[in-house]
T-cell receptor
């Protein structure tokens, strides 16, 4: 039972480069989420997806692009990375979009540094 | 927008001590969730609270939903080394997306 996996675990890149973070889940969960975690801010939602080909913005979507062509994959792309996007990124999935009755299951994160 | 304030930011305790932390908001929440994040991993749900005044336990962890619906508390009794990590409170906003506190980091002194 692989669950939810993120790749890469660590990434260093330069300002202006494009970088894609991958997320794959084996549970066939409908909902998938991308969060960023910064000191003093907890987790903030970037984008989420209710199903394949359905995505929506979260609290901090600027500078990010997502796609969901298959239920199991939800890649996050930084089209032109900036230093302010240095963070730890977490992907999560859940059966339903209701976090009250269906817990979100998180990957182990990608630590991204932009120089 | 809605915000959750957690305190303390960090705690240095001896093994065996009891731990208390809290989460407050200026607005009402209908559900409170407590997550734990261990080093190098994603958060894991510990306890969910659904009703004002509710007290729920999960082993040595006990969480309470404040009667004003603007706060919640998490207690850990007789701490052990594996309790180390960051504890987050979270609650759903009007769009059912989670709002997270900044976390309380628990460190156990050797």
């Amino acid at each position: 039972d692989a669950g939810i996996t993120q790749s890469p675990r660590y990434k260093i890149t330069e300002t202006g480069r494009q970088v894609t973070l991958m997320c794959h889940q084996t549970w066939s969960h409908s909902y998938m989420f991308w969060y960023r975690q910064d000191l003093g801010h907890g987790l903030r939602l970037i984008y989420y997806s209710a199903a394949a080909d359905i995505t929506d913005k979260g609290e901090v979507p600027d500078g990010y692009v997502v796609s969901r062509s298959k239920t199991e994959n939800f890649p996050l792309t930084l089209e032109s990375a900036t230093r302010s996007q240095t963070s730890v990124y977490f992907c999560a999935s859940s059966v339903l979009g209701d976090p009250v009755n269906q817990p979100q299951h998180f990957g182990d994160g990608t630590r991204l540094s932009i120089l | 927008g809605q915000q959750l304030n957690q305190s303390p930011q960090s705690m240095f305790i001896q093994e065996g001590e009891d731990v208390s932390m809290n989460c407050t908001s200026s607005s009402i929440f209908n559900t409170w969730l407590w997550y734990k994040q261990e080093p190098g991993e994603g958060p894991v749900l510990l306890i969910a609270l659904y009703k004002a005044g509710e007290l729920t336990s999960n082993g040595r962890l006990t969480a309470q939903f404040g009667i004003t619906r603007k706060d919640s508390f998490l207690n850990i009794s007789a701490s052990i080394p594996s309790d180390v990590g960051i504890y987050f409170c979270a609650g759903p906003d009007s769009n059912y997306q989670l709002i997270w506190g900044a976390g309380t980091k628990l460190i156990i002194k050797p």
